[in-house]
């Protein structure tokens, strides 16, 4: 058995020898970088990142220690190399300048396959512009931290986002993008500061994120399928969001995701499907929201059809987004409203198969309420407050 052992091990050297070979180092600091956090940088990563992806072998960019100033920028594909992972050890720093006008996103990778981003911090320096909208001034556009567009097999891991002008990272058009360990940190009070927002995408795994935002810690727009989240804590923020939908008359529709073992505290919602009061061809279908601890949370669970947001263009009108085949399993906590369960659905389209297992919900330690409008489905095991399907 030994001679077989030790080819084994000879095999393994080889094939990490061969690894080795076909893959290499690049330095952002070979390009000119100053990481003082006030020279501007983006011409050295940019020039970096064309290295990286013309590059014929699989490259590692390393990203050493510093605070790196970065106006808006795109790293963009096809790439020849097969796989461009960055290595941020430094800070990524957005300009806090409200006068200059911003692109709508700050860093974007566009039709990139073979991405894997470890660790890091990225400041958005959100404040001023929260503090404009806030106070209605005529502000620029606020930027989206990091976007991703039609990109495929992303990985990013232990990433910390923070203070971003806009939503902190953006899965737009991609397919097999893979988060772990993500952190987000925003005040409450800053404006449509959603953690993830996934649009048009699938295939996509969220794992362990700790969500501290003024918006949606999730949300889930049209065209995504295929979505597993596990191992979320939110708060504060909106909770995880499913919408909104229902904007457009012809508008793909969200099907295939599951949300299991989430925490949320003190959120505005927790589980919340969101649809616009207007005709459209969109649905929502096949979701599970699996093992959830709400503490104390405005609204708990909550399905919403009747969206209209300032009165505008969906007065008087119904919701044609089709909701069926959403599962609330294992729910428990604390709502600090007497209604703990809202289902307000479309008139013309139902909420059908809606089931609750196991929901254990309560206000201010006493009995909770739910309220159904248009909605059906079934009840099983113990579920409190008592199913109104």
């Known amino acids: 058995m030994e001679p077989l052992m030790d080819m084994k091990y000879v095999l393994l050297i080889i094939l990490s020898l061969l690894f080795t070979l076909g893959s290499a180092d690049t330095y952002v600091t070979q390009f000119g970088t100053k990481a003082d956090g006030k020279s501007d940088d983006s011409e050295a990563f940019t020039k970096a990142w064309n290295s990286a992806c013309n590059s014929d072998n699989s490259i590692t960019l390393q990203v050493p220690a510093g605070n790196y100033l970065l106006y808006p920028t795109t790293f963009g594909g096809p790439c020849k190399s097969k796989k461009i992972t960055i290595n941020l050890e430094g800070n990524l720093l957005a300009s806090a300048d409200i006068n200059k006008v911003e692109d709508e996103s700050w860093l974007r990778f566009e039709n990139v396959e073979g991405l894997e981003i470890n660790g890091g911090v990225l400041d958005g320096k959100g404040a001023r512009y929260w503090l404009c909208k806030e106070d209605g001034g005529d502000c620029h556009v606020g930027a989206k931290s990091l976007v991703f567009n039609k990109c495929k097999n992303v990985r990013v891991n232990n990433l910390t986002s923070m203070n971003s002008k806009m939503f902190h990272i953006v899965l737009d058009e991609s397919e097999g993008v893979r988060v772990y360990g993500l952190k987000v940190r925003a005040p409450a009070n800053s404006l449509n500061t959603d953690g993830i927002h996934v649009e048009g995408s699938s295939d996509v795994l969220i794992i362990d994120a700790n969500i501290q935002t003024g918006d949606d810690c999730i949300s889930i727009g049209p065209g995504t399928h295929d979505m ?5 804590t939110c708060g504060p923020g909106h909770g995880i969001s499913i919408g909104s939908l229902g904007q457009y008359l012809d508008e793909p529709g969200v099907q295939n995701v599951t949300v299991k073992n989430v925490v949320f505290h003190g959120t505005t919602n927790g589980l919340r499907i969101k649809t616009w009061a207007r005709k459209s061809n969109g649905f929502v279908k096949e979701i599970v929201f699996d093992g959830v601890v709400m503490n104390d949370v405005e609204n708990p669970i909550i399905i919403d059809q009747n969206y209209c947001p300032h009165g505008q263009d969906c007065p008087d009108q119904i919701s044609g987004v089709q909701i069926s ?3 609330y399993k294992n729910v428990t906590g604390t ?7 809202t289902f307000d659905c479309s008139a013309s389209n139902p909420c059908r198969e809606i089931e609750l297992e196991d929901v ?5 330690y006493q009995k909770a309420q739910a309220s159904c409008i248009y909605a059906e489905g079934t009840a099983a095991g113990v579920v409190t407050p008592p199913s109104c399907l």
């Open 335 to 341: 709502s600090t409203t007497e209604v703990a369960m």
């Open 228 to 232: 597993w989240v596990e191992q979320v």
């Open 360 to 364: 254990d919900l309560t206000y201010k």
């Open 325 to 327: 085949g959403v599962t």
